[in-house]
């Protein structure tokens, strides 16, 4: 497969960004399988173009984005490319707030996360009660995993709402506040659903990923459907979100839950290589163009220092891909300029050659391209916008 994306955008200049249609069928197809029949709000933050995002959202299994910060989810709504939008991070956004309490139209397709009260009073601040429109309002319940009795955390740092009486105390404080509408709760079991459970490389601690999420995933399905059972007392809720990419088959066995999130899955960055329940085919790709051959067994390409969030860690690089061989020197890695390419395939590569590259996540080679060819076989067969394109960055 990989030699056609060279065919397929042979008539562009590298850098580039492309997609490999086939790949993205195939693992838009499986997700839904995967969930089960339960629906997928796709997550907007790992594609960050619309139009990927309104070709997926056409497709059976999927409803609903869940988005990244508050001015996207504004943008998605106010475009119409959906009317159920969730906002998947509190927001301090005053414009942003101000403009969705101004707009019955935009109040009633985008929903806010909360997980304290002070997030409350700043929408009450920018926006007084009298005369707004009612917002809508979900809940973070955090999913993280606290053994030895809380003194450890396994997990993201998200919400402070972690037992099933903090969750409740403050949907008894939205139930009763005006302005406000508790419509939606979230979990995100990040242990899991965000951690490779068999690393490349790395048996023994993959077993100890596996062990920990086992135990891990006891503790909080108990405790999410506690929760979501006392919270549904005191409000009707539309929809109970938890999982990722990495964690659907588990996350839809929790009867609790209505909708599962997904979208790296989707692209398949090299993140996702090391996962026992599922296996994506990679799907997103960036060419950088060899300038440099400083000696044998190596070559030097324009760029590529495109690195992932995250713990900085090898596992945030990006990795060469075609031609096969190819590896990162340890010394400079992937750097602003210029990035060193060690291996015996450097020598049969020209000036003005293309790398081909697969990055750490899926959403954020977005930000360093305004386009992505999509490439079906050694066809190209259309050329998208990023929200880069679209002169939209949003974090």
Same mark, same amino acid.
């Given at each position: 497969?990989?030699?056609?994306?060279?065919?397929?955008?042979?008539?562009?200049?590298?850098?580039?960004?492309?997609?490999?249609?086939?790949?993205?069928?195939?693992?838009?197809?499986?997700?839904?399988?995967?969930a089960?029949?339960?629906?997928?709000?796709?997550? %907007?933050?790992?594609?960050?173009?619309?139009?990927?995002?309104?070709?997926?959202?056409?497709r059976?299994?999927y409803?609903?984005?869940?988005a990244?910060?508050?001015?996207?989810?504004?943008?998605?709504?106010?475009?119409?490319? %959906?009317?159920?939008?969730?906002?998947?991070?509190? %927001?301090?956004?005053?414009?942003?707030?101000?403009?969705?309490?101004?707009?019955?139209?935009?109040?009633?397709?985008?929903?806010l996360?909360?997980?304290?009260?002070?997030?409350l009073?700043?929408?009450?601040?920018?926006?007084?009660?009298?005369?707004?429109?009612?917002?809508?309002?979900?809940?973070?319940?955090?999913?993280?995993?606290?053994?030895?009795g809380?003194?450890?955390?396994?997990?993201a740092?998200r919400?402070?709402?972690?037992?099933?009486?903090?969750?409740?105390?403050?949907?008894?404080?939205?139930?009763?506040?005006?302005?406000?509408?508790?419509?939606?709760?979230?979990?995100?079991?990040?242990?899991?659903?965000?951690?490779?459970?068999?690393?490349p490389?790395?048996?023994?601690?993959?077993?100890?990923?596996?062990?920990?999420?086992?135990?891990?995933?006891?503790?909080?399905?108990?405790?999410?459907?506690?929760?979501?059972?006392?919270?549904?007392?005191?409000?009707?809720?539309?929809?109970?979100?938890?999982?990722?990419?990495?964690?659907?088959?588990?996350?839809?066995?929790?009867?609790?839950?209505?909708?599962?999130?997904?979208g790296?899955?989707?692209?398949?960055?090299?993140?996702?290589?090391?996962?026992? %329940?599922?296996?994506?085919?990679?799907?997103?790709?960036?060419?950088?163009?060899?300038?440099?051959?400083?000696?044998?067994?190596?070559?030097?390409?324009?760029?590529?220092?495109?690195?992932?969030?995250?713990?900085?860690?090898?596992?945030?690089l990006?990795?060469?891909?075609?031609?096969?061989?190819?590896?990162?020197?340890?010394?400079?890695?992937?750097?602003?300029?210029?990035?060193?390419?060690?291996?015996?395939?450097?020598?049969?590569?020209?000036?003005?050659?293309?790398?081909?590259?697969r990055?750490?996540k899926?959403?954020?080679?977005?930000?360093?391209?305004?386009?992505?060819?999509?490439?079906?076989?050694?066809?190209?067969?259309?050329?998208?916008?990023?929200?880069?394109?679209?002169?939209?960055?949003?974090?």
């Amino acid at each position: 497969m990989r030699h056609r994306l060279n065919t397929a955008t042979a008539g562009f200049e590298a850098p580039l960004a492309a997609i490999d249609i086939d790949a993205w069928e195939v693992n838009a197809a499986d997700l839904v399988r995967r969930a089960a029949g339960k629906p997928i709000r796709v997550a %907007s933050k790992s594609l960050r173009s619309r139009s990927l995002l309104r070709d997926v959202l056409a497709r059976d299994g999927y409803d609903g984005v869940l988005a990244l910060t508050l001015a996207e989810a504004l943008w998605l709504a106010g475009t119409e490319l %959906s009317r159920d939008v969730v906002v998947g991070y509190p %927001s301090a956004d005053r414009r942003g707030l101000s403009r969705l309490a101004g707009d019955e139209e935009l109040a009633e397709a985008v929903t806010l996360m909360v997980d304290d009260v002070a997030q409350l009073d700043l929408v009450d601040a920018v926006a007084p009660t009298d005369g707004r429109a009612e917002v809508r309002v979900c809940l973070e319940l955090d999913l993280s995993w606290r053994p030895a009795g809380g003194r450890v955390r396994v997990g993201a740092k998200r919400s402070p709402l972690h037992s099933v009486d903090d969750i409740v105390r403050l949907a008894q404080v939205v139930d009763s506040r005006p302005g406000f509408r508790l419509v939606g709760l979230l979990g995100y079991e990040s242990q899991i659903a965000g951690v490779q459970d068999a690393p490349p490389g790395h048996a023994w601690r993959g077993r100890l990923i596996r062990s920990m999420q086992r135990r891990s995933w006891s503790e909080l399905t108990e405790r999410r459907i506690a929760a979501v059972e006392a919270v549904r007392k005191v409000a009707d809720l539309e929809f109970v979100n938890g999982g990722g990419s990495g964690s659907i088959e588990r996350t839809v066995s929790d009867l609790s839950i209505t909708e599962v999130t997904a979208g790296s899955g989707l692209l398949a960055p090299r993140l996702f290589d090391g996962y026992t %329940s599922f296996s994506p085919r990679p799907a997103a790709f960036f060419a950088v163009p060899v300038v440099r051959r400083p000696g044998p067994g190596i070559v030097t390409v324009a760029g590529g220092g495109y690195i992932a969030s995250g713990a900085a860690g090898e596992d945030r690089l990006p990795v060469p891909w075609l031609p096969e061989g190819l590896t990162l020197d340890r010394s400079e890695g992937a750097g602003e300029a210029q990035t060193p390419l060690l291996g015996s395939p450097a020598d049969d590569l020209a000036i003005g050659d293309r790398v081909w590259f697969r990055h750490g996540k899926a959403g954020e080679l977005s930000e360093r391209f305004d386009s992505y060819y999509l490439v079906r076989g050694e066809r190209l067969v259309d050329t998208v916008a990023t929200y880069r394109g679209d002169g939209k960055t949003f974090l």
